[in-house]
């Protein structure tokens, strides 16, 4: 097609815009991450695990894992700058904004500054999949006005984060449930946030640079920041309100259901039984049982009425909670897992080797006669 006869593809709907070897999103209800079913690795490995097939497109032996996840403590402790920086920032702004600037922030206290070579991205991906969870712990500490806390050695990563979050230690049910949930949540094809890595790290900018722009990605409702809005419409649903009519006045009003349909999948998220299944261990307690059946009566009434299934927000969002992640953290605990994936396509992106610039059909007008300033 040439430059003057291409046609606008709306959304970039359907258009592959890069090979990947990292996931497989099948639009009839599978997601597979290097070639493994995710139904056949949640539960059956460590987040720490999958960290490492997506980095190093093999899954590791025992004593590649132990090496990876002493690595990943270690970098767990943040360069007092970026703390301090947490500190000073103001505590009206959304979490994930603080998220944003610290990873970008951490771009100047790179230990490898200069210096460009493979082996040194590698490093740099692995710093940073121990580093944003670490981030999203110190800035939720900060904000409970509580002291931030170190990785314990005793601990695995996964078990870290949600220790160094939440400053209680996590039980064998939290820790199990935290390492399926970054595994669900690690990598998901060209999403919007992942693409937008891309298109940063084609320009061969940084992956410091990258990962900031996949923040700012992730943020809006459409994309990460689902789950957090999923949790809105649960605390707004009393149980004095009827929930198909809750659903219908939405629906009435033109507005998207939340956690509900996907650009993929023509057939049920395979991510959603994976946490549907996890909310169901916690159900012997009165909040969780409570969340639940409202969305079971959701996901009925927005499947009879639109015929559409519910997305990894929706019952991500009871997830975090059952884990006592505060809403607005949500998005955060979707970037401390999706860190993984970012960084490994921005590798995969560099591998490439091609600068990802699309075109666009220009719409406006020709020929406009010139005004000076002072005429106009
Ligand atoms: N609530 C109500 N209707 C929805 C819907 C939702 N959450 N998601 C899709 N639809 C409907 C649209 O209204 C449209 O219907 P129509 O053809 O009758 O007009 C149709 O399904 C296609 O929707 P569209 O917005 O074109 O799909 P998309 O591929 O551009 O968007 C999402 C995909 C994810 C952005 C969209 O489903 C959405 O906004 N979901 C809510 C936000 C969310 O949960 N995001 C997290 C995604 S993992």
């Given at each position: 097609?040439?430059?003057?006869?291409?046609?606008?593809?709306?959304g970039l709907r359907?258009?592959a815009?890069a090979?990947t070897?990292?996931?497989?999103?099948?639009p009839n209800?599978?997601?597979y991450y290097l070639?493994?079913?995710?139904?056949?690795?949640?539960?059956?490995v460590?987040?720490?695990?999958?960290a490492?097939?997506l980095?190093?497109?093999k899954?590791p032996n025992q004593?590649?894992?132990?090496?990876?996840?002493?690595q990943?403590i270690?970098?767990?402790?943040?360069?007092?700058?970026?703390i301090?920086?947490?500190?000073?920032s103001?505590?009206?702004?959304?979490?994930?904004d603080?998220?944003r600037?610290?990873?970008?922030h951490l771009?100047?206290?790179?230990?490898?500054i200069g210096d460009?070579?493979?082996?040194?991205n590698?490093?740099r991906?692995t710093?940073?999949?121990?580093?944003?969870?670490?981030?999203?712990?110190?800035?939720?500490?900060?904000?409970q006005?509580?002291?931030v806390?170190a990785?314990?050695?005793?601990f695995?990563?996964?078990?870290n984060?949600?220790?160094?979050?939440k400053?209680?230690v996590?039980?064998?049910t939290?820790?199990?449930?935290?390492?399926?949930f970054?595994?669900?949540?690690?990598?998901?094809?060209?999403n919007?946030?992942?693409f937008?890595?891309?298109v940063?790290?084609s320009?061969?900018?940084?992956?410091?640079?990258a990962?900031?722009s996949?923040?700012?990605?992730l943020?809006?409702?459409?994309?990460?920041?689902a789950s957090?809005?999923?949790?809105?419409?649960?605390d707004?649903?009393?149980?004095?309100?009827?929930?198909?009519?809750?659903?219908q006045?939405l629906l009435?009003?033109?507005?998207?259901i939340?956690?509900?349909?996907h650009?993929?999948?023509?057939?049920?998220?395979?991510r959603?039984?994976h946490?549907?299944?996890?909310?169901?261990?916690f159900?012997?307690?009165?909040?969780?049982?409570t969340?639940?059946n409202?969305c079971?009566?959701?996901?009925?009434?927005?499947?009879e009425?639109k015929?559409?299934y519910?997305?990894v927000?929706?019952y991500?969002a009871?997830t975090?909670d059952?884990l006592?992640?505060t809403?607005?953290?949500?998005?955060?605990?979707?970037?401390?897992?999706?860190i993984?994936?970012?960084?490994a396509?921005?590798i995969e992106?560099?591998?490439?080797?091609?600068l990802?610039?699309?075109?666009?059909?220009?719409v406006?007008?020709?020929g406009?006669?010139?005004?000076?300033?002072?005429?106009?």
């Amino acid at each position: 097609m040439s430059e003057n006869d291409k046609s606008v593809v709306r959304g970039l709907r359907d258009v592959a815009a890069a090979e990947t070897k990292l996931s497989y999103v099948d639009p009839n209800g599978a997601l597979y991450y290097l070639g493994y079913n995710i139904d056949d690795l949640v539960g059956r490995v460590i987040y720490a695990e999958i960290a490492y097939l997506l980095i190093h497109k093999k899954l590791p032996n025992q004593q590649e894992l132990d090496e990876l996840s002493s690595q990943l403590i270690v970098e767990m402790n943040l360069p007092d700058p970026i703390i301090l920086s947490i500190k000073n920032s103001p505590k009206n702004c959304h979490p994930i904004d603080i998220l944003r600037t610290e990873v970008s922030h951490l771009g100047e206290y790179d230990p490898d500054i200069g210096d460009f070579s493979k082996a040194a991205n590698y490093r740099r991906a692995t710093r940073l999949v121990a580093q944003v969870p670490a981030i999203v712990a110190a800035i939720n500490r900060v904000r409970q006005n509580k002291p931030v806390l170190a990785p314990r050695s005793e601990f695995g990563f996964a078990k870290n984060f949600l220790y160094m979050f939440k400053g209680d230690v996590p039980d064998d049910t939290e820790a199990s449930v935290i390492h399926r949930f970054m595994t669900l949540h690690a990598d998901h094809g060209f999403n919007a946030s992942t693409f937008a890595a891309r298109v940063t790290a084609s320009t061969n900018s940084d992956i410091y640079s990258a990962v900031t722009s996949a923040i700012g990605t992730l943020k809006g409702p459409l994309h990460g920041g689902a789950s957090e809005k999923v949790m809105d419409m649960l605390d707004d649903i009393d149980l004095e309100k009827d929930i198909n009519e809750y659903i219908q006045g939405l629906l009435d009003e033109k507005k998207k259901i939340m956690g509900f349909g996907h650009r993929m999948y023509k057939a049920q998220d395979p991510r959603t039984k994976h946490l549907r299944g996890i909310v169901e261990e916690f159900l012997h307690r009165e909040r969780s049982l409570t969340l639940y059946n409202r969305c079971i009566q959701i996901e009925n009434a927005v499947f009879e009425k639109k015929k559409i299934y519910p997305n990894v927000d929706f019952y991500a969002a009871v997830t975090m909670d059952a884990l006592g992640v505060t809403k607005e953290f949500f998005p955060l605990f979707f970037a401390s897992s999706r860190i993984s994936g970012w960084v490994a396509h921005v590798i995969e992106q560099y591998e490439d080797a091609v600068l990802l610039r699309p075109s666009s059909e220009y719409v406006g007008e020709f020929g406009k006669e010139f005004i000076p300033i002072a005429e106009r």
